[in-house]
C-alpha cells in the first residue's frame, strides 16, 4: 500500500542520499544543484526590477525558487565557497545539504549556489581551471520538517576558526596544558596568515579570506613556521615565566611569522639573536636599531590594518640593520608616509628578503578579479562602484583591494586589475551632497582578452 502523502508534501519521511564518484547517482552536477536551490533566470524581455536574489557570473537576474524559508543569501559567503569549489578544496566531510518535506533547501543555499558561480568562472577561464564542468560531493537529507521552529535550529554553533582547526591537527606533546596548546594554536594561524600574505606579495592592508583549505596546504610546505612560534612564546614568557617580553609591544603572531621570514632570508641563528635582544632590552646601547624599535613600538597601536603595516615595516627595517651590524634610530626604521586625501598612507614597503621577496610573482586572477571582469563585460561601458557591487555581491573594500589600490597608494598592489592594465579607472569631481569623487571603471582591450 503506498505511503499517503500530506497536502504539500513531497518527502513525508526523512531519508539521506550519499552524492559522490563512488555512489551510484553521481556528485551533484551544476545541473542538480540548480534543481535543488529553484535556480531560475530572467526571461529574456522580462525585467524583474529589484525582486530577485543576485546576479550570476554573467550578469544574469537569479531567483531561488525552492529557498524560501533558508535565512538571507549573503553573496560573499556564496563568492567564498564558488572559490573552494573552483579549487577543488571541498571534501566529503557529511556537512549535510538539508531539504524540507515540502522540497526547499533548508541547508545548504550558500554551498549549491557556490557550485554554480565557480562553474561559471570556470567557463571564463577554462585555462586556468580546466575544461571539465565541476561536481560537489556531499550527503543530501530529503523530508527535514518545513516549520520555523525546526528552520530556527539551523547555524547556531560558532563557526571553527584557522585556530580551531590548527589545535585539532597539532602534536605538542605531552606536559603542554589545554589552554597553553589553544594560546599556541592562536598564535600559530596568525603568523601561517602573515607569511602567506608576505610570500604572495601582500601587506595585511590587502588581506584577502584565507580559506581553511589553503591555509593547511600552506602550513604543510612551512611546518617549521610552529618552531618559530615556540621559540616566540618561550622568549615572550621571560625567565620568570608569562612576563610579556614581546607581546607588550607586538602581536605573538607577527613576531613568529617575521621572525620565519628572517631565518629564510639569512639563518636560524640570528634571527633568533635578533628576538632575544628584542624580549630583553638588556645590554642595548644608544643607536641599537633594536632599542630604537622598541623605543618607537610604544608609541605605535595596531588598531588597523595600515597601522599594523606600519608595526610589521618597522620591525623589518631594525632588522635589516641588524643583520648588517649597523645602528638606527626611531627615525631610520620609523616607515615613511604620504598624504593621500585627508590621511597619510605607508610610501615605502621594506621586504626582508628570502620568502619575503620583493619580486613580483607571477599569480593568476583572483575569483573576486574574475567576477569584476565579468561585470565590466557585462556592462560594456563605465560602471561605478555601485554597479559593481550589485553585480558581484562584493563589498566596496573587496573591489577596491581587486581592482585599484595601486591607483591610489602607489605599488603596493602589483596584482591589482588596474596594475595589470585590465581595467582603467578614472575619477570625476563631487557633486553636490557628496563628500568624496566617485571613481569610474571600464574594461581595457587587454582585460577583453582573458
Not at 61 to 77: D, G, H, M, Q, W
Not at 89 to 114: A, F, M, P, Y
Amino acid at each position: 500500500m503506498p505511503v499517503r502523502k500530506s497536502r504539500g508534501r513531497k518527502y513525508p519521511k526523512p531519508f539521506a542520499v550519499l552524492r559522490t564518484k563512488q555512489e551510484k547517482g553521481g556528485p551533484l552536477t551544476v545541473q542538480n544543484c540548480k534543481d535543488l536551490i529553484g535556480w531560475t533566470e530572467e526571461p529574456p524581455d522580462t525585467d524583474w526590477g529589484k525582486e530577485f536574489v543576485l546576479k550570476d557570473v554573467f550578469g544574469k537576474k537569479i531567483r531561488l525558487a525552492k529557498n524560501p524559508s533558508n535565512r538571507p543569501f549573503k553573496r560573499p559567503l556564496a563568492n567564498r565557497y564558488a572559490n573552494e569549489h573552483i579549487r577543488d578544496k571541498w571534501s566529503v566531510n557529511l556537512e549535510t545539504v538539508v531539504v524540507s518535506d515540502t522540497d526547499h533547501v533548508l541547508q545548504g543555499q550558500h554551498r549549491l549556489v557556490g557550485l554554480i558561480l565557480a562553474d561559471q568562472l570556470r567557463q571564463i577561464d577554462s585555462k586556468q581551471w580546466g575544461k571539465t564542468p565541476l561536481v560537489y560531493e556531499t550527503l543530501i537529507g530529503y523530508g527535514a520538517s518545513s516549520t520555523p521552529k525546526n528552520a530556527d535550529t539551523y547555524d547556531l554553533g560558532a563557526k571553527r576558526t584557522l585556530s580551531d582547526v590548527l589545535y585539532r591537527r597539532q602534536k605538542f606533546g605531552k606536559g603542554v596544558s589545554d589552554k597553553k596548546q589553544r594560546g599556541v594554536s592562536k598564535i600559530l594561524s596568525g603568523a601561517v596568515r602573515l607569511v602567506w600574505l608576505r610570500v604572495g606579495g601582500k601587506l595585511v592592508s590587502f588581506a584577502p579570506h584565507f580559506p581553511h583549505s589553503e591555509a593547511l596546504e600552506f602550513y604543510g610546505q612551512h611546518p617549521e613556521i610552529l618552531t618559530a612560534v615556540t621559540t616566540i612564546v618561550q622568549l615572550d614568557d621571560g625567565e620568570e615565566g608569562n612576563e610579556k617580553c614581546i607581546s607588550s609591544l607586538i602581536s605573538l603572531s607577527y613576531a613568529a611569522g617575521l621572525m620565519y621570514l628572517m631565518e629564510s632570508a639569512v639563518d636560524s641563528k640570528t634571527a633568533v639573536a635578533f628576538w632575544e635582544a628584542f624580549a630583553s632590552g638588556e645590554g642595548l646601547k644608544k643607536g641599537s636599531p633594536i632599542l630604537s624599535l622598541r623605543q618607537l613600538l610604544v608609541r605605535m597601536d595596531a588598531s588597523s590594518s595600515s597601522k599594523r603595516d606600519q608595526i610589521i615595516g618597522a620591525v623589518i627595517k631594525a632588522w635589516l640593520l641588524f643583520v648588517k651590524n649597523k645602528s638606527g634610530v626611531t627615525k631610520d626604521i620609523r616607515v615613511a608616509r604620504k598624504k593621500d586625501g585627508d590621511k597619510f598612507v605607508s610610501s615605502e614597503f621594506p621586504r626582508i628578503g628570502g620568502l619575503d621577496s620583493p619580486v613580483e610573482l607571477e599569480v593568476g586572477l583572483t575569483q573576486h578579479q574574475l567576477l569584476v571582469l565579468s561585470a565590466l563585460r557585462s556592462s560594456g561601458k563605465e560602471s561605478t562602484y555601485k554597479y559593481l557591487t550589485e553585480n558581484t555581491g562584493l563589498q566596496i573594500g573587496t573591489l577596491a583591494n581587486a581592482i585599484m589600490e595601486e591607483t591610489k597608494r602607489g605599488k603596493q598592489n602589483p596584482h591589482s586589475l588596474v596594475s595589470r592594465k585590465l581595467v582603467a579607472v578614472s575619477q570625476y569631481e563631487p557633486q553636490e551632497g557628496e563628500t568624496t569623487a566617485p571613481y569610474n571603471f571600464q574594461i581595457t582591450v587587454k582585460g577583453k582578452s582573458i
